[in-house]
Structures are given as structure tokens and as C-alpha cells.
């Protein structure tokens, strides 16, 4: 079953063509990576699916229905319970002046839960299901390591039980024992929940591990895509032959 579609999204920054009629699919429980350089446009692509930015032309359509008819409520209402999205900086998620259970507890008060004593049993549960000491459920995530706020952050995003999740560089930025650890909780947690997952990387590491589809992009335009395996063993396209050998910058 079709979960998302973009459909010849095209998005500019000025003189800069971000996005050139991109389309792509995604389908319930599928994890589709999408990888490129620096200014490929993936980062762009990841706003303008996740209704963070407008598309110029073009359509993105959830369950077969154009998300820009939702209106900005309506798309607020399916961001903080349907959808969940992940950023690679957790302070950009995260409240610092609210303790770990507080910032699990917040999201879900805005899917609607009022219930104080099961919200902070949830909370406890879920910082149990991501590795993090449950006894830590009132202490402020200012104190955490980088790796235990993107936990955290995880652990938020996760707790209303959304459908679709958007992933941006989640372990960017973390040493390499703790990049390991988060993908290995990553890749257990979405296929637990059955989740659909869109996922922008540089790390083709990341992608093989963690994707069942892949999309190249370059310049605004998507080059190459189709099962990761396939894409990453067979390259066709010159410049994802380039990104598997790594000759390009990430």
C-alpha cells in the first residue's frame, strides 16, 4: 500500500534549483534512504515531504491525499501524532529546561493524553525501550551525552506511535562506538513498530544498513534509485558510482 508520493516537486533558493521535478514513492513499512553530497538537494527533498517547506510546483500526497489541503493545522495535528521527525541535532527537538520525562510526556499531552500517572509510566517505559536508566526520568537532558539526547529525542518522537518518520543525519555528528549504537537501536525499534521511515544520509554505510530502497541525488535531481542492495553492488549512474567508491566529499 502507497503511504507517500511526491510527484514533480520542484523547489528554488534564488539562482538555486534545490529541487527539479522530483518524484519518488514510499510504501507502509519501508525504509527509503535518500543519499547525495552537500548540496544535492536530499536535505531540501526531506523538508518539502516532511510539510516543512513548500514546494514551488508540484504535489507530495499522503495516503493518496495532497498534504497542502490540509491547511496548517491540519498538518501541525498530523506532525505531532501520525508523523514524527528526527533531527540530527537533538537540541533542535528537545527542551533543555524540562526533564527527559517531561520532553516525552509533551508530545504525548499533544496527541491528547491527560492521564499524569500513565503518561510518566509511558515515558519510564520508553526510556527503558532506548537504553537510557528509567531513573533518570527527572533529570534535564542538558545533563545527557550527545548520544543519550538523541535517544531521548528518539524516544520522544517515538512514544505517540507514528506511521511515517522522518530521519535527518540522526547519527551525524557522534563518535563512531556511538553512531553504531544508535543505528543498532534505530534499525530494532523501526522494524518492531513497523514503521516507514524517510532517511537523508552522506554515510552510504548508514543506507546499506538501514534501507530497504535508495534515491541518489544530485543537484536537485534524483540520478538513481531502486533496492539498496542493487543500487550500492551495481551502480549504473556515473555519479553513484563515484559516492560507492567514496572518491566524492561527504
Excluded at 492521564?115 to 526510556?127: D, N, Q, S
Aim: net charge neutral.
Amino acid at each position: 500500500m502507497m503511504l507517500l508520493q511526491a510527484k514533480n516537486l520542484q523547489k528554488r533558493f534564488g539562482a538555486i534549483e534545490a529541487l527539479h521535478d522530483v518524484s519518488l514513492t514510499l510504501r507502509r513499512h519501508e525504509i527509503l534512504a535518500i543519499v547525495g553530497e552537500s548540496g544535492s538537494g536530499k536535505s531540501t527533498l526531506l523538508g518539502v515531504l516532511s510539510g516543512r517547506e513548500r514546494p514551488d510546483a508540484g504535489t507530495v500526497l499522503y495516503h493518496g491525499a495532497p498534504i497542502s489541503e490540509l491547511g496548517e493545522l491540519g498538518l501541525r495535528k498530523l506532525q505531532r501524532s501520525r508523523w514524527g521527525y528526527i533531527h540530527q541535532d537533538p537540541r533542535q527537538a528537545l527542551r533543555l529546561s524540562v526533564s527527559a520525562g517531561g520532553n516525552i510526556g509533551e508530545r504525548l499531552m499533544a496527541a491528547g493524553n491527560r492521564h499524569y500517572g500513565k503518561i510518566r509510566e509511558t515515558a519510564g517505559h520508553w526510556l527503558e525501550a532506548v537504553e537510557i536508566d528509567p531513573a533518570r526520568l527527572d533529570d534535564y537532558p542538558r545533563h545527557f551525552s550527545g548520544g543519550m539526547m538523541q535517544r531521548l529525542q528518539i524516544a520522544a518522537t517515538l512514544v505517540t506511535g507514528p506511521e511515517l518518520v522522518f530521519m535527518d543525519e540522526p547519527t551525524g555528528g557522534l563518535d563512531v562506538s556511538v553512531q553504531a549504537r544508535i543505528l543498532d537501536l534505530i534499525r530494532t525499534l523501526v522494524r518492531g513498530l513497523g514503521l516507514a521511515v524517510v532517511l537523508v544520509t552522506h554515510d552510504i554505510g548508514v543506507a546499506r544498513l538501514l534501507a530497504d530502497r535508495l534515491v541518489v541525488m544530485r543537484r536537485g535531481e534524483i540520478v538513481e534509485q531502486g533496492l539498496t542492495d542493487q543500487v550500492l553492488d551495481d551502480p549504473h549512474h556515473e555519479y553513484t558510482q563515484l559516492l560507492v567508491s567514496s572518491v566524492l566529499p561527504a
